[in-house]
């Protein structure tokens, strides 16, 4: 028996897969396997190659596997396009309708089912990934009865009669692939889960999730991928809590809405991708200038422009800490998992108003929408700090407005909610004074241009970089941000095998910098390996930057949409690692 499977279905956009692949996860779920999804998705609603593919295990993991056990193609570009992931001896379940073929070099088993034929026996040819998904489950040698319960809850809601078809068409996909197998295989039997069920999300999920825990209850947001699941999630949850989402009519609407809506003293928030924050760019500056909390959530893609509306990146790091023209204080959270995803996001949300700052939350295609397991999630961790946020205001004997930008030793200035008694001022996006008066002077402006950008001389982050550092002089430093956490991992593995020591350091905040916290990191090592998926080594120039070392660093880059693997991240380590060894 082994421990961990990968498993893949492709097909054409609309075909079902999707549904598919929630359904097989969701049983393996149940079972308490723990799981790691990818989702390679065409930038269109219907037609166009995609397949998910999802890494079983019985231990945790936070990257999907290089190779591939079973792969099932609704049609032959799917074998065309993903045979080549099949280790030595893995299968191929696909419909015989359109006559597949396989690699003839490759050790490859097929198993050829009348996938949409027994659908249509059945009434419809939707139903074919109800065929697929039953024969791959009978091939695993799973339990069929967790299967069915959670068919029965997929179509629960369309009525019995919907269920018992379904169940029927999962039921003989299992037979017939059982009597060409001649059974369930034998090298694919999992070893039993500890049956458990973990939460099994995706990051937008855990986003919004954080959001609602942290007092959210307003969302301002304009549909785009990959953040559209955040505002889905939300518009099921915030009525629930007397909260709402409101979809704008662009980008620059909601931003505006959100920083309006904090202003008025509502937790509120917005979320979109790289062309969004683009346009969000001036109101976030008035976000800076008049000190007015708000979160946004940026799930990065590929760009420029529309780019890769669906494929993976993280090229925005540049944008989100200088995109902004002039100079305001910012802070920027980068969560690697899906339960950082939601604490950072309750954080998010007392870091803007403790500070008064905007806050990004920044993650990527592949955090963003690839599903995972977590465990559950510690609610008692929430705690809802909103800052210098001051009421009963005492009246000024000169009958002056309210000092909202006052100078403080802290730099932090009293902020007050629309119609508190004696607390109106004046606000704008031209530079002002203590009350909000529009001010020219030269000694004002300097004063508050130091208080603005001096807080970020004392934010305080929960752990501002993961580390996993093991050893006191490693022949090698990684670092990385957002996914490429868990694959680093996987690929330091291989490393150690070889002989190679490796510490691991993951940037939870790039903005302010945590250069002291990853200086002693990047001196201890012989040799620092930036891992990051764009083209111009936006996270290794920050730390140039910040730490310097450059005269050891080397960038691993990866920009063509697709994510990380670890024997991408291995070989090139292992390069840098023996050219290192022969300078020396």
């Not at 029927?168 to 059982?178: C, F, I, N």
């Not at 005492?394 to 932090?412: A, C, H, V, W």
């Amino acid at each position: 028996m082994i421990s961990q499977l990968s498993w893949k279905i492709g097909g054409q956009q609309g075909e079902g897969v999707e549904s598919t692949d929630r359904i097989f996860s969701t049983a393996l779920n149940r079972l308490g396997y723990y799981l790691y999804g990818y989702r390679h998705f065409s930038s269109r609603i219907k037609g166009g190659h995609t397949n998910n593919k999802i890494r079983i295990s019985t231990q945790p993991i936070r990257s999907i596997a290089d190779d591939l056990d079973i792969l099932v193609a609704f049609d032959q570009e799917s074998i065309d396009l993903n045979a080549h992931e099949l280790r030595p001896g893995g299968v191929v379940v696909a419909d015989t309708k359109f006559n597949p073929v396989v690699p003839e070099d490759a050790d490859i088993r097929l198993f050829a089912v009348p996938i949409t034929a027994i659908a249509e026996e059945l009434g419809t040819s939707l139903m074919k990934n109800m065929v697929a998904s039953g024969a791959s489950w009978a091939l695993l040698g799973l339990p069929l009865d967790v299967f069915n319960r959670a068919v029965e809850e997929e179509f629960g809601r369309k009525g019995a009669a919907v269920v018992e078809k379904n169940l029927e068409a999962v039921k003989r996909g299992s037979d017939y692939v059982l009597e060409l197998a001649g059974g369930p295989l034998d090298e694919f039997k999992l070893n039993p889960a500890d049956g458990k069920q973990k939460l099994f999300m995706i990051g937008n999920d855990a986003i919004g999730l954080g959001a609602v825990a942290a007092g959210c209850r307003l969302m301002s947001a304009y549909p785009i991928t990959p953040a559209s699941e955040i505002m889905e999630y939300l518009i099921k949850k915030l009525p629930k809590f007397g909260g709402t989402v409101v979809q704008t009519e662009d980008e620059i609407a909601a931003v505006t809405m959100a920083i309006g809506a904090n202003y008025a003293g509502v937790r509120t928030m917005t979320a979109s991708a790289g062309p969004g924050l683009s346009l969000m760019m001036e109101a976030i500056g008035l976000a800076g200038m008049t000190e007015t909390p708000v979160v946004i959530v940026d799930t990065q893609r590929g760009g420029p422009s529309t780019g890769l509306p669906t494929k993976q990146e993280q090229s925005d790091i540049n944008a989100m800490i200088h995109g902004t023209h002039g100079e305001i204080p910012k802070i920027v959270l980068a969560p690697s998992s899906i339960e950082e995803c939601f604490y950072d996001t309750v954080e998010a949300f007392n870091l803007s108003e403790q500070y008064q700052v905007p806050v990004i939350v920044v993650t990527d295609l592949q955090l963003s929408l690839g599903k995972q397991s977590c465990e559950s999630l510690d609610y008692n961790r929430v705690v809802i700090d909103r800052g210098n946020l001051v009421s009963n205001v005492p009246e000024q004997e000169d009958k002056s407005l309210f000092k909202r930008y006052e100078f403080t030793d802290s730099g932090i200035s009293p902020r007050v909610l629309p119609g508190e008694k004696n607390g109106i001022h004046h606000v704008t996006g031209v530079e002002h004074d203590e009350s909000g008066r529009p001010s020219e002077s030269v000694d004002n402006r300097k004063k508050m241009m130091d208080k603005r950008l001096g807080k970020l001389n004392h934010v305080r982050v929960t752990n501002p970089i993961l580390a996993d550092a093991p050893y006191e002089k490693p022949d090698l430093l990684i670092i990385g941000m957002g996914s490429t956490g868990g694959t680093i991992d996987q690929a330091r593995e291989l490393l150690e095998n070889d002989g190679v020591t490796t510490n691991h350091v993951t940037i939870r905040l790039l903005h302010p910098f945590p250069a002291d916290a990853v200086k002693p990191y990047v001196d201890q090592a012989k040799q620092v390996i930036v891992v990051e998926n764009n083209a111009t080594a936006q996270l290794a120039n920050l730390i140039k930057l910040h730490v310097g070392g450059s005269e050891k660093l080397s960038s691993v880059l990866k920009y063509d949409g697709n994510p990380f693997l670890p024997s991408i991240i291995y070989n090139e380590c292992k390069i840098v690692y023996v050219d290192s060894k022969e300078l020396v």
